[in-house]
Every structure is written in C-alpha cells, then in structure tokens.
C-alpha cells in the first residue's frame, strides 16, 4: 500500500499507510516543511544562566480543555519559507523572531526526534542556544497571538518554576523536558 492523502490542507495531510499486519495506519503529515527545530535559548548573564520559555495559547489545547496555556521553548518549521535552509539557518531564524536574541553558539543536541511517531510524521531537531549579547536585536513576534508572554528563568530555579506552572493548570511541552535532558547532560 503506498502513502494515500485521505485530506490535505496548505499546512497539514491526513494520511493513510501500511501497519507492520498489513492493517491500516492513519496519520498528520506537514507537506511545506523538513521537520522542525526545538531551541533551547541559555542567555549567560552576570548574575548567571537563565533560560528562555515561551508562553503560549496553543489553538489544539485549549479547545479540547486540556490547558489555556502551554509552555514552551522557541520552535519553528524547518525548510518552510526556504527549501534550502539548513538546520542551523532554522534555529538562528527561529531564535531571533521568536525571543529577539542572537546565538553566539548553536549547538544540536538530537537530530531526529519524535513527539507521537504513531499520530505523525514529524521529526524535531533539538538544540541549545548559547546567548551572551543581552541586547535583544527585534521585536519578538507573537505569531499570530499564539506567543503570549517570554519568560527569563534562572537555571537554579526552572524545576520549581516548571512545577508551579503545573499546579496552576499549565501544560508543559515535551520538548521542555526533552531539551533539558540535553542540557542536563552537554559537556
């Protein structure tokens, strides 16, 4: 059975493919992109490391009741606006529009990870983005009212801080643990 388009939107496909028994197997693909790029912003300050989250009003989860607001680290598409964007063009682009900062360091951290490899297609490149220009360079964008607020956490204090989020019904992105898991363990 080949990869069969049940629907298809500008940004999302529906698709249908072959299970491991021969049953059928229906997933999301997104056709305009690569994948996507997780970035993990460090921002070195005098008085030490903070680390960068976005709060976001995510249409999927709040009209479900699952949460109003998600938190995550910056992200975005890769290979959307140009085909031959690189991973690295990805993140410095992403970085910048979505938190106003430039990386003097950039470095992946995992290629090719999965969110829900049997709900879809889409892998993720996680990085660590090393800042030390404090000078935010542009605006940063809200994305069509998705990026609700930047927060700057210092390092020491971002388990208890992920915490109380959750306790006020905030979700948490997988990715967030995930990129922490990474910089956890960078040497």
């Known amino acids: 059975m080949e990869n069969k388009i049940l629907y298809e939107t500008k940004f999302l496909q529906l698709k249908q493919t072959e299970a491991p028994d021969g049953g059928k197997w229906f997933y999301a693909h997104r056709p305009i992109c690569r994948g996507a790029v997780i970035i993990l912003p460090v921002l070195h300050t005098p ?36 085909k031959e964007e690189t991973p690295k063009m990805a993140i410095k682009r992403e970085l910048l529009e979505e938190t106003g900062y430039k990386a003097k360091k950039i470095t992946i951290t995992a290629p090719l990870i999965t969110s829900s490899a049997g709900l879809s297609s889409e892998t993720s490149i996680y990085s660590i983005a090393d800042i030390f220009d404090l000078k935010q360079h542009k605006e940063p964008v809200t994305d069509g009212g998705i990026i609700v607020k930047t927060h700057k956490i210092p390092l020491s204090k971002v388990n208890l801080w992920l915490k109380k989020r959750q306790k006020e019904g905030f979700a948490i992105s997988s990715s967030v643990f995930g990129a922490l898991y990474f910089l956890l363990f960078r040497k």
């Open 47 to 82: 008085k030490g490391e903070y680390l960068i989250f976005l709060q976001t009003r995510r249409p999927p989860v709040y009209a479900e009741g699952k949460a109003e607001f998600c938190i995550e680290f910056p992200a975005g598409l890769l290979g959307d606006i140009d």
